[in-house]
């Protein structure tokens, strides 16, 4: 069975601060996508990553897929007040192209100001 | 825009009703989605299908069924409500035709059973 862990289950920190969201996997991933979901929304896909390796920016958020496809990091830079919500990654799931998703946990970020 | 909308934002129903939770999407995706969330327990995955009057099971379809007559809708069915069922659930849809599609996402319906 494919599963994800994400670590921590909960961050709270300051405006400003630096922060790390990683996503762990003991199975082999021909991708892996991120979402935030904000209080009362459903979630909204940030980026997918593809290839091993491979680092993707968006403004203070850098993605990093593992040379391994088997974890993912999320990092994000000067954390803002915008930035609060959950932080979920998921992976493709199952055999052939069924478009079923496999999600972690979840990472709840609260940003105070 | 991509739209994924679910009939209710909140629902209360009691133990033994049979509820119904409808879901539209406007983009002509061919996958569909029922999930619940729940804290610390991620999305889990109830049904889903990948065409008209096509269904699968998804992680935890008891106590579930689902239909799907026509392509842009996708119902969620709980047969005799209980309060176990009491959760948060999303509806989400995506394309077919290749890997690596994102899923997009209603906003949810929270639902509580007395």
């Known amino acids: 069975t494919q599963l994800l862990e994400q670590s921590p289950q909960f961050l709270s920190i300051q405006e400003g601060e630096n922060l790390t969201v990683y996503c762990n996997s003991s199975?082999?991933?021909?991708?892996l996508q991120w979402y935030r979901q904000e209080p009362g929304e459903g979630p909204v896909l940030l980026v997918t990553?593809?290839?091993?390796?491979e680092v993707k920016k968006l403004k203070r958020l850098t993605f990093q897929f593992g040379d391994a496809r088997k974890d993912s990091s999320l990092h994000i830079t000067a954390a803002q007040p915008g930035d609060t919500g959950l932080y979920l990654c998921?992976?493709?799931?199952?055999?052939?192209?069924?478009?079923?998703?496999?999600f972690g946990q979840g990472t709840t970020l609260q940003v105070k100001p | 825009d991509v739209k994924v909308t679910q009939s209710s934002r909140y629902l209360v129903k009691r133990t033994g009703e049979k509820v119904f939770l409808e879901c539209v999407q406007d983009?002509?995706?061919?996958?569909m989605f029922w999930y619940r969330q729940d804290p610390g327990l991620g999305l889990r995955l109830i049904y889903f299908?990948?065409?008209?009057?096509?269904?699968e099971k998804g992680d935890i379809p008891e106590g579930y069924s689902v239909s799907r007559e026509k392509k842009e809708r996708f119902s969620l069915i709980l047969e005799s409500a209980s309060t176990n069922q009491t959760s948060m659930y999303l509806c989400?849809?995506?394309?077919?035709?290749?890997?690596?599609?994102?899923?997009?996402f209603g906003d949810g319906t929270r639902l509580s059973i007395l």
């Open positions: 199975s082999v991933f021909s991708s």
């Open positions: 983009m002509d995706h061919e996958n």
């Open positions: 989400a849809s995506s394309f077919a035709g290749a890997y690596n599609q994102p899923q997009h």
């Open positions: 998921a992976g493709e799931g199952g055999s052939g192209n069924t478009g079923k998703l496999i």
């Open positions: 990553v593809v290839t091993g390796g």
């Open positions: 299908s990948y065409d008209v009057k096509m269904k």
